[in-house]
């Protein structure tokens, strides 16, 4: 089965934002010192990976590779830039709200993602994924909210 340029698209934009946030928490669980948000953190790096592989082997069986090479190393997505002051500013809020900024991009990716026309397969792989991600940023959520406290 040929894959459409959209859902093409469509996939390839989920693999880059879940690049976004795998690189964001691997890069947050190393310089962080709560080791409460350290463990979290590489759990979301982690979950992150798996769902690239995931989305590459779904895209695999559509009949396209994804392109390992246009991975977004060094125009990492916006949201997650700021983490890194965050992280030397040893602020728990901040890093916190930085991370909730990022996972809002992958949240709203998952929300357009789940408006298209996507096979059934994909479908199930991408409500999941979406649950997942949602899940990660209300919790985060909660923490910067406890944090604020």
Known sequence: MEIN???KSTVHHLIERCKDG???YKTASEDIEDQDLKDLFLKYA???DSMITELQDQMHRLGHTDDESSSIEGTLHRAWID???AL???????VLEECER????AVKAYEEALQKNL???LKKIVEQQYRDVKHAHDHI???RDAARE
Do not use: C, I, N, W
């Not at 030397?88 to 901040?94: E, F, G, I, L």
């Not at 990022?102 to 991009?105: H, K, L």
């Open 5 to 7: 340029k959209e859902l």
């Open 22 to 24: 795998a690189k964001g």
């Open 46 to 48: 982690v979950q992150r």
């Open 83 to 85: 983490l890194k002051s």
């Open 88 to 94: 030397t500013s040893k602020d728990r809020v901040r």
């Open 102 to 105: 990022g996972e809002d991009y």
């Open 119 to 121: 096979p059934a397969d």
């Open 141 to 143: 959520r909660a923490l």
